[in-house]
Each structure stands twice: as structure tokens, then as C-alpha cells.
């Protein structure tokens, strides 16, 4: 990942978790990622789990979380840096091949040719209630649109809960929602890490939500076909 452009490594014990969860995926895939920051589970997706066509949604404030503020983080930099990553790995120009559309800062990167060969990332700058409340808007019953969730945007509980139960409905049965740092933040306030959402989580949702890893990450499966 030489010509990457990555400061932090929140992402290495990943991998061999996501190499066994990608069998489980369908043969055209389709992503959500709620928190991106530089990009590098985003890069992970693209070189290891998408099939020529697939797509992945993208999206953060590039604001940063409570605990990037409280470090002091450069978060324009962050963002700058997310989309230099996403172009090296999609091997594609800037000026060429990224389009803004309509008013929800939609930002498009794909490599040349057309969309059935090409992989694509569409970068939303919002927050994931928003995000997600429109996708809920145009979402009818039946026509569920991911195949694998990545819920990794602020980390206090309230904010993980309610990402959690407004994605749910877009993945698709079968599909997969990890949830990462489960065993983040001790002794951080309960209220201030995510393990007390997701545990509320896996409760709520157990008759639709099936747990297949639990580790730092905490996978559910849908149930359905």
C-alpha cells in the first residue's frame, strides 16, 4: 500500500475476519460503509471483495467523532486523504472520472468503461441519519439494497443504535452487518462506546438477526434466503 495515504491502522485485525465473510456474499455484491475517515476498509473492499460491477456507498462527515476532536485531528486533511486513496484504488483520474450530483454532495469515482466491468464508490459528505432517512424514503419492501453493512461512524451508543436499526431494512436477507470496535472504549462510559448498542441490537432484532462472529468486530447475518 505504498502509494497509499493512510496515518492510522484501526482496521488490521479485519481482514482475516472479512476473507471468511466474503464466500458468504453473492456473486454481484453491493456495499454500505456509515464511516470512512481515509478510506482504508473502503480500499480493503475494493481489492478483496468486489467483483467486477459491484458498488459501495460511503459515508461521513468528515467532521470527525468525539474522539477525533478531542485528539485534534485535521479531519479536511482525513478527507483529502480519502480521496486520494479511492482514486489509486480504483485506478482512475480525478478530473475524469468524479461527478457532484444534485444537492446531497453526491461524489461518483469509477475507473473508465461502463459500470457492469467497473467497480464504483459514491461518496456522500453527511451525516447517517440524513443519509440513511433518504434511503429509507425511497426504500420499498421487498427491493433491499445491500448485501454487506459496515457500521463504524461515531461510536457513542445512542448514534450506533440508531444506525444499526435505519440500515437494517436496506440489507438484504442474507446480507451481512458488521459492527466494529465491539470491545472498544473500557473503561470508557458505556454511553460513549458502541458494545451497549450492539448488544441492544442483537436483543432487539434475534428473530431476524443472526450472529456468525463475535470478536473486537460483531457480525449478524440477516435470515431469509
Request: with cysteine; hydrophobic share 35%.
Amino acid at each position: 500500500m505504498s502509494e497509499y495515504q493512510f496515518t492510522k491502522d484501526w482496521f488490521n485485525w479485519a481482514p482475516e475476519v472479512w476473507t471468511q465473510l466474503t464466500p458468504m456474499l453473492p456473486k454481484k455484491r453491493s456495499f454500505l460503509e456509515i464511516g470512512s475517515f481515509e478510506g482504508r476498509s473502503a480500499v480493503w473492499i475494493i481489492e478483496n471483495m468486489m467483483n467486477p460491477g459491484d458498488w459501495i456507498d460511503c459515508v461521513d462527515t468528515w467532521e470527525g467523532g468525539e474522539e477525533h476532536k478531542n485528539s485534534g485531528e485535521d479531519m479536511f486533511t482525513v478527507e483529502a486523504r480519502f480521496d486520494h486513496n479511492i482514486i489509486k484504488a480504483l485506478d482512475c483520474s480525478s478530473a475524469q472520472h468524479r461527478s457532484r450530483e444534485g444537492s446531497w454532495g453526491h461524489t461518483r469515482f469509477a475507473g473508465p468503461g461502463g459500470d457492469a466491468e467497473n467497480n464504483r464508490v459514491y461518496k456522500y459528505k453527511s451525516t447517517s441519519t440524513e443519509f440513511l432517512g433518504r434511503k429509507l424514503a425511497h426504500w420499498v419492501q421487498g427491493k433491499d439494497i445491500y448485501d454487506f453493512i459496515y457500521i463504524d461512524g461515531s461510536h457513542t451508543a445512542p448514534d450506533v443504535l440508531t444506525d444499526a436499526c435505519m440500515a437494517w431494512p436496506l440489507l438484504k436477507p442474507a446480507g451481512l452487518m458488521v459492527f466494529d470496535d465491539y470491545l472498544w472504549g473500557n473503561p470508557r462510559d458505556a454511553l460513549h462506546r458502541p458494545k451497549i448498542a450492539i448488544d441492544a441490537f442483537t436483543n432487539i432484532f434475534g428473530e431476524t438477526a443472526e450472529i456468525v462472529h463475535v470478536g473486537y468486530q460483531l457480525v449478524v447475518r440477516k435470515k431469509g434466503e
